[in-house]
């Protein structure tokens, strides 16, 4: 399997700054050493050309995130430090995610080490999204006719309202996001189908609301490429999560979304997206364990 994947996927970050920008490098090394990725199918994506990001996103955001123009509360609202650094590193995932997709349109299946960034509007960022990856990868693949109808399956804990609301208005999108319903963010925009989940709930009733909801969202959807943003976040001991998946819950539900997408012949592309755990090398294990199952279930 081929992934989206480059050094300047990490940046550094203030000293105790939350977001643990360190699991991108520690995903990469422990696939790589489990033998679930050779290195050589590991490539960089290079940067997302401004004019692609201006298929979603406005002339003045743009601007602000080129020039160094965000005000102090935009900063807050989008949780980051403004740098160079960090609009390349944010422009190297949106190319990932477009890369991505055209690996699993290939192959059948392909990730981003990076990427998921669902809180993104086309007016500004939030909560650690500075650009919106998925919505610019689906545009970008839509102007030279590579892909038509898209599915989004999003199980980060929190409800992609970015991806929500750029999608509201579009028949050929599907959005589909499962999340907790007490957390980030307030106001939820809605998705084509969300399913808001109780605090505390664990392995059993998670998958019995995905196994229902999934299905539905492929029989309305009909997609020719998946988005899969697979967040761990929902995992028990998650800073933001409140949610109680076991780890093994996380293998039962990554095995599922993937035998799904199997089943149905569809190509997906998955995206990290959110996870909080108490180290960024916990983290990575956690996003570690879709890549296990992707061996399990495609080879």
Known sequence: ?????????????????????????????????EGLLHPDDAIDPGEAAWSDLALVHTPAYLDALRNGGLTESEERRLGLPWSPALIHRSRMAVQGTIQAARFALADGIAANLAGGTHHAFPDHGEG???????????????????????????????????????????????????????????????????????DGTGDEEYMDALVDKLEKAYRLSSPELVFYLAGVDPVAGDRFGRLALTSAGLRTREHYVLETARRHGTPLAFL???????????TAELHAAIHRERKSVFG
């Open 1 to 33: 399997m081929r992934v989206s994947y480059g050094v300047g996927y990490t940046i550094r970050l203030p000293h105790a700054h939350p977001f643990p920008m360190g699991k991108y490098e520690a995903l990469y090394r422990i696939i790589v050493e």
């Open 128 to 198: 650690y999204c500075v650009l919106n990856d998925v919505a610019v990868a689906v545009a970008v693949l839509r102007r030279s006719g590579e892909t038509g109808r898209v599915l989004v399956v999003d199980l980060d804990v929190h409800q992609g309202n970015g991806t929500a609301s750029i999608f509201a208005d579009d028949p050929r999108t599907f959005t589909f996001s499962m999340h907790g319903a007490r957390n980030y963010p307030w106001v939820k925009p809605a998705s084509s189908l969300d399913v808001d989940l109780p």
């Open 272 to 282: 990290p997206a959110g996870g909080y755990a108490k180290t960024s090398l916990e």
